[in-house]
């Protein structure tokens, strides 16, 4: 096997794609800092215990492992950013306040998550602790949207679900209780042959509703009709609520969908969940959604809710960045040469020195002008090159 070869779904960055990464990945820092979101930034391995915290089972086959040759205990590499700031919230910055964080960085899955998707994704984020109102969700929400907006998507679908409908279902038959992980898999993949079978002998009530699921999706009208054919539960009627003000809250800033068997995420969130979809992609670009409990394994449960989405995915959709236009110099020790490209640069231009013998070869330079002495030979001029 050659040795440029990289393992299956490892790919590198070049240039012009590198910049379109590292140009949203600055953008969205810096609108999250207007938000009052604070940057941390966890590290890349931690023991195995506190990575699988409050993590669901998909989180643990996406993990890679190793031992550490230090303390012989089991590390892995992160598959996920948002246990390990929970972490942080809870055990470390042990606020009583408002929390706001966000981080940007690599994670690695065992697995691509998607079609055509990374194995080493470039994860960024935004969470906030400590408040339990649907406030906060709707921050999230439109800092997401926001996000995408900013980096030039403005044909976005927001997908809603919330948990707490199936929940408040299996809460009311011990036999659907303890199929909870059965029937999961059955809702997220829409197996409505599957769920007949695996609910036969479970309280006619809950098979019915359960059955229901699969196919209350679409528009926000859904949640009228999920009213109708659920049966009448708080925790359903506060899931429906909590929808439909999360739904008219994006109006007019996202296509709006409703669909509550789109359960990924399931196994730690709380609360309500959402996804963004853009043309050009067929898995979300971003997901959402509360998780009350998981800092509860670190200590200190806190409400929580956040998002995060892929930077690299998304940067495959948007345009080749256009080249940099900058100035060629030649290269030389001269006092005044090097003054000279010292102050173009101070004012924010590219300056490509020429190394003798060499020419530039750039994807991501245009040089279109050149640092040139001028008549007299003791001043430094540009010359338009066209």
């Known amino acids: 096997m050659p040795n440029w070869l990289l393992p299956e779904h490892i790919a590198d960055v070049l240039p012009s794609e590198a910049r379109k990464i590292e140009e949203l990945r600055r953008q969205m820092l810096d609108n999250f800092r207007l938000y009052g979101y604070e940057l941390v930034m966890p590290p890349l391995l931690e023991y195995v215990e506190s990575l699988m915290t409050g993590a669901g089972q998909d989180t643990e086959l996406r993990t890679f492992k190793l031992v550490d040759q230090i303390s012989g205990r089991m590390l892995g590499l992160r598959a996920d950013m948002t246990t390990q700031v929970a972490r942080i919230d809870a055990h470390l910055l042990n606020r009583n306040s408002v929390t706001r964080l966000c981080y940007a960085g690599s994670v690695l ?3 691509p998550s998607g079609l055509h998707t990374t194995r080493e994704p470039l994860q960024i984020g935004a969470e906030i602790y400590g408040h339990a109102g649907l406030e906060a969700d709707a921050e999230i929400q439109e800092l997401a949207l926001a996000s995408l907006a900013m980096a030039g998507f403005t044909d976005v679908r927001l997908d809603l679900s919330h948990v707490g409908v199936l929940r408040a279902i299996l809460a009311e038959d011990p036999a659907a209780a303890k199929d909870e992980a059965a029937l999961y898999l059955l809702l997220r993949a829409k197996d409505v ?4 079978t695996q609910t036969a002998g479970y309280a006619p009530a809950i098979r019915a509703a359960l059955l229901a699921l699969p196919s209350l999706y679409g528009d926000v009208e859904v949640l009228k009709r ?12 506060k899931a429906l609520a909590e929808l439909a003000a999360l739904a008219a809250s994006a109006i007019g800033r996202a296509d709006v969908a409703i669909d509550l068997a789109d359960l990924r995420g ?21 997901r959402g959604g509360r998780y009350d409990h998981v800092g509860e394994a670190f200590g200190r449960a806190r409400p ?3 998002f995060s989405m892929d930077l690299r995915e998304l940067a495959r959709l948007l345009p080749t960045a256009e080249r940099k236009h900058s100035i060629r110099a030649p290269w030389g020790n001269a006092p005044e040469l090097k003054e000279k490209i010292a102050e173009l640069r101070k004012a924010g231009e590219v300056v490509i020195q020429s190394l003798p013998g060499h020419s530039n070869e ?3 330079f245009e040089c279109d002008r050149a640092l040139v002495l001028d008549d007299s030979g003791s001043n430094w001029i540009l010359k338009n090159l066209g």
Not at 226 to 237: E, K, N, T
Not at 276 to 282: A, F, M, Q, T
């Open 109 to 111: 899955h065992t697995r």
């Open 193 to 196: 042959p599957g769920l007949e």
């Open 226 to 237: 999920a009213r109708d054919v659920l049966p009448d539960l708080p925790g359903i009627a």
């Open 266 to 286: 399931y196994q730690y969130e709380s609360g309500a969940m959402f996804a963004l979809y853009v043309p050009g992609l067929p898995n979300a670009v971003a």
């Open 304 to 306: 929580a809710t956040g």
């Open 362 to 364: 750039q994807d991501e």
